[in-house]
């Protein structure tokens, strides 16, 4: 089945400090997701974002499918990022999961 | 329609007995999907309906696993005799069929966490 794996594993950050979380995937997929899980274990919707790139706010997404990658960029971060960070893809193999990244754990300090 | 909701949050039960989970997705979501992460790991696919039709189950659905969506609306994921490593947060999630039989966008609940004691 496809791999997803992510890097950094653990990050830490100085708050205000910029940052690029990359997620890698073995085959070709339909779609891409990157999610933040909060300390209560929420996952909050931060991209869909199949190809091209996207921003909102501090955080901006690329993906580029061609080459079976995707970017997250944090920009001035903030302690309210902490958490971990997933990518999951969904296979174009006829199968309907999203496949998740093994995560990258992000602490800012203050 | 305030999202993806599950319940309970928290269930602490003993080994042996039975459990239900309930997942209400969003209200037009045709696809539900139910989860399982363990501590430091990334979630793990169990199973996959779309509408009432369960197209998919993981490998990590056992016998003691049982899912359901009657009517292609909320959904029900039942263990019976628990065992200690069953404890986990179990996850679910909730999407549209798109054109293509591809996914949209995926949103999920906020878990419920068992305990198996």
């Known amino acids: 089945g496809i791999q997803v794996e992510q890097s950094p594993p653990d990050l830490i950050l100085q708050e205000g400090a910029n940052s690029t979380l990359r997620c890698n995937f073995s085959d070709s997929v339909n779609n891409l997701q990157w999610f933040h899980q909060n300390p209560w274990g929420q996952l909050i919707n931060l991209f869909y974002?199949?190809?091209g790139t996207k921003q909102n706010g501090r955080l901006s997404a690329t993906t580029v499918a061609t080459e079976r990658y995707s970017l997250l960029y944090i920009s001035s971060s903030q302690t309210t990022d902490s958490g971990v960070y997933f990518c999951?893809?969904?296979?174009?193999?006829?199968?309907?999961?999203?496949?998740f990244g093994t995560g990258t754990r992000l602490k800012v300090l203050a | 329609d305030t999202g993806v909701s599950q319940d309970p949050r928290h269930k602490i039960t003993k080994r042996g007995q039975n459990v239900t989970f309930r997942c209400d997705p969003i209200s037009e979501h045709n696809r539900l999907y139910w989860y399982r992460q363990t501590l430091g790991q990334g979630p793990e696919f169990l199973t996959y309906f779309q509408n009432e039709a369960q197209l998919e189950k993981s490998r990590l659905l056992s016998d003691r696993f049982s899912a359901e969506r009657p009517k292609g609306s909320f959904s029900t994921l039942e263990i019976q005799r628990t065992e200690q490593g069953d404890s986990a947060m179990y996850l679910c999630a909730s999407g549209h069929r798109g054109r293509g039989n591809m996914n949209t966008e995926a949103f999920f609940g906020q878990g419920t966490r068992l305990t198996v004691v």
């Open positions: 974002i199949p190809s």
């Open positions: 999951a893809v969904e296979v174009t193999s006829g199968t309907y999961k999203y496949i």
